[in-house]
């Protein structure tokens, strides 16, 4: 248990002071995994970030809702184990570690794979646990115990086993097939890895002439074919046309004979070709273009017999035919550094050979004008760690065959036994995993888990788990040397679930109790990167789902609803939020802002707001403090005959059931304003503006008889008094404290409803709640580890009746008087002529708490008089309250009609812009969300303004 040094609450609450001491004591003392053998699993596994990484905005999302889970878990008295660890990050790793030896004039290159993998190691153990800390200062209440890292010993073996398994399974394979290479880190990638940017580019059309003489219908001796790529016409094997394209019918089997390299290359017929796109006629570069590579495989050529262009950098190399020309021979593919490339000499040579067909534009005055080319903008590949042009090649590689791992992912969605929320991303996975593709795996790199295959000198490949088992495979005195590439970083996380539990040991306690995982929280991004991906190794390697349920939640955005970007200048350091305002206070904005199916945008003004609110919290456990409640001894809730009590235990029990709900909805947002809603607005300003007068120890004009006039103004009780009035017993309530103590009860109650605050608040503000815990009063165990709340208490309907009937009476009339410019203090006589049966017991033994709270007085059961009035409602009652010499009725209405036609105007004007269809296509994103923001805010008004019309009557 933690010491407090000062139990006294200061004055103002700094989160910084508390964080970091409770986390070291959470962490130090075994509270994010306590010991309970016999209690219910439950687990979660954090997807690991990359060893190089710091805290994004995405992570500070991502972990928030994972705390949020396994903290609410764990009070509910679960064995909530959070794995946590990081990832080797084989490309980046690879590449901090090779900028580092720049920056010092040395290269990876100047070393031994082995020496290079000890200096990535090195790095790792100086510089790797920078996001580990970051999570920490996040309140992630993970088993660092336990702490995973998918370079492990352990973790290699499963990584091992797992690519030897499905070789021997007929699962993986080594093919030659085109890959997205990165010029710049020189490695194959994924599809994934891939981001495609709209780059300005140029369109060029060229003469192919016809070889032997022939010529198409119309007398043409060449064919016009266009490209974005004019470089790759150097590896040309054929020209496409569409078979039902009569133009080209007559010369399908025919012959060019491509410029430059003189090639002769066949006129083939495919359906790729479009006959409505430029000229119909298509160059393929099967060697060079995913969509090439098919055709060429149907047209006949096999892929080791596609020409290649250009060697591992982009450079032009020679093609297996020796038939470039060798100028071109060393240049890079096109322009880099300001020094042309292979791009600008094609086409400047196709110019000068009379091969160019040049696109003709007119000037305003009608003047034709030729230039080389047409512009466009061209969808572009990038790789999105090197930054460079993706360029499609052609090597030979490791693949998995995902279409046949993926059949038992799919089936398991579709009958519900992993349930995917919100339901929405299904039809998206669906379509991915139903036309999946072979899984690349290998990489070209040194850091990362080296692809476990042997080659003898003849080219035989012996797949197993180490060199000598290798080496027994291929017998003795056979010269084997191991693959030099690595596998992809997600082949490896893609067994996170149960590695981490132990796996391939299958009596590992852990993955015996904690697999499948309970749950997976993640991204909508990595949804293919890893999520499908453990569902496939989980279903191969385990027989079974890797868990129940997956969460997909949104992006963090910008405010104006723009992606992040360090080049936009919009990113946002949580770390700077949480110096600013606090971990608890990013926290809750994160799981508030946390909507199924929606991202979330960055808004500064609400975290400062969520800060507020943890300062309210503080500011009523000062007042509480002050007033002699302190900590609860009890998890249920005490007895209570004041209706103000009874009414805050009711108010608690729907607020634990409110909260459940939504957490097993996963509605981090209901949950996030159900604690919210009550902690703020029942607890702090209605509960305790109720009781007051009980702690006060003012004596209660009911205390005796029921029907006893009431004392002067704070005189009472509002809780005492409509306890009275809805009290199930005939007879007065007993007066003196040895009877009964309406004080001695109200301490206890309220000091039992704020100990249920922070046990439900905990999961999303756990630095505040665990720091009150400790203030109020001696306990005998940290609030992480706390019971949830169980309040099993019944409460009178009559007496919780008559405060929700004395709180909507005074709510409405203080709006109606803030719209009628009338002083809050006001006191303001009113009438009722047909009271409901709780108007009527309220207001006869609770006119005291209805002056305090309300400002009404008197409150006269009768009609009211004639005369200019407001009307007011509480439940199914309406008040009459005159407004002569208060209020001058006619310049009010006058004011408030000219204020609801302006509303009315602006609504109609912005529904009308907002249904053009013109405008949602062609405005820019924030000016229709600015529309859409402005038609809610006029709307609000007019229905607020037509009430306050109808009040005047």
Partial sequence: MAETSNPTLPTTFDPAAIEARWYSHWETNGLFRPERPDAEAFTIVNPPPNVTGSLHIGHALDNTLQDVVVRYERLRGKDALWVVGTDHAGIATQMVVERQMEARQDKRTNYSREDFVAKVWEWKAESGGTITHQLRRLGCSMDWSREQFTMDPHFTKAVIKTFVDLYNDGLIYRDKRLVNWDPKLKTAISDLEVETQTIAGSFWHFKYPLADGVTLPDGRDYLEVATTRPETMLADMAVAVNPADERYASVVGKFVVLPLTGRRIPVIADEHADPELGSGCVKITPGHDFNDFEVGK????????????????????????????????????????????????????????????PHSTKTKDGEEVEHDAEPRQIATPFGDRGGVVIEPWLTDQWYVNAAELAKKPIAAVRSGEIQIVPRTWEKTFFNWMENIQPWCVSRQLWWGHRIPAWFADDGRCFVAEDEAAAQALAGEGVALTQDEDVLDTWFSSALWPFATLGWPE?????????????????????????????????????????WDRLYLHGLVRAADGAKMSKSKGNVVDPLGLIDQYGADALRFFMAAMESQGRDIKMDEKRVEGYRNFATKLWNAARFCQSNGIGASDTIKAPPARLAANQ????????????????????????????????????????????????????????????????????????????????????????????????AVETRAV?????????????????????????????????????????????????????????????????????????????????WLASPSDVAARTIERSSAAIERLARLTPVTIGEAPAGPAMQVTAGEDVFVIPLEGIVDIAAEKARLEKALATSQKEAKSLEGRLSNPAFAEKAKPEAVEKARADLAHHSGEVERLTAALARLG
């Fill in 506 to 546: 299958g009596d590992a306690p852990l993955l015996q109790k904690h697999f499948p995982n309970s749950l997976l929280i993640s991204g909508f991004d990595i949804l293919f990167f890893w999520d499908a991906r453990m569902m496939m190794m989980g279903f191969y390697n385990m027989g079974q789902k890797p």
């Fill in 298 to 357: 149907r047209a006949g050529f096999a892929p080791a017999e596609m020409l290649n262009m250009l060697d591992a950098e982009a450079n032009v190399c020679q093609t297996a035919d020796g038939l470039v020309p060798a100028e071109f021979l060393g240049l890079h593919r096109f322009r880099r550094d300001g020094v042309e490339g292979a791009r600008e000499l094609v086409v400047a040579r196709m110019k000068e050979q009379g091969y160019l067909i």
């Fill in 647 to 742: 009414w805050i235990i009711g108010e608690v029990a729907a607020c634990v059931s409110e909260i459940e709900k939504a957490m097993a909805d996963l509605r981090f947002d209901a949950a996030a304003n159900a604690i919210y809603q009550f902690t703020w607005s029942k607890f702090c300003d209605w509960y305790l503006e109720l009781v007051k007068p009980v702690l006060a120890q003012k004596p209660s004009p009911l205390a005796g008889e029921g029907g006893a006039p009431q004392g002067a103004e704070g005189e009472g009780s509002a809780a005492q008094a409509a306890a009275d009035a809805a009290d199930p017993s005939p007879n007065p309530l007993p007066q003196g404290e040895g009877a009964f103590s309406p």
């Fill in 750 to 830: 309220a000091g039992w409803a704020l100990d249920q605050i922070l046990v439900m608040l905990h999961p999303f503000m756990p630095f505040i709640t665990e720091e009150l815990w400790h203030k109020l009063g001696a306990r005998p165990y940290e609030l992480i580890v706390a019971q949830w709340p169980k309040p099993e208490a019944e409460v009178s309907k009559e007496a919780t009746d008559a405060i929700d009937w004395v709180i909507d009476l005074t709510t409405n009339t203080r709006s109606a008087k803030n719209e009628l410019g009338i002083a809050p203090g006001a006191k303001l006589a009113a």
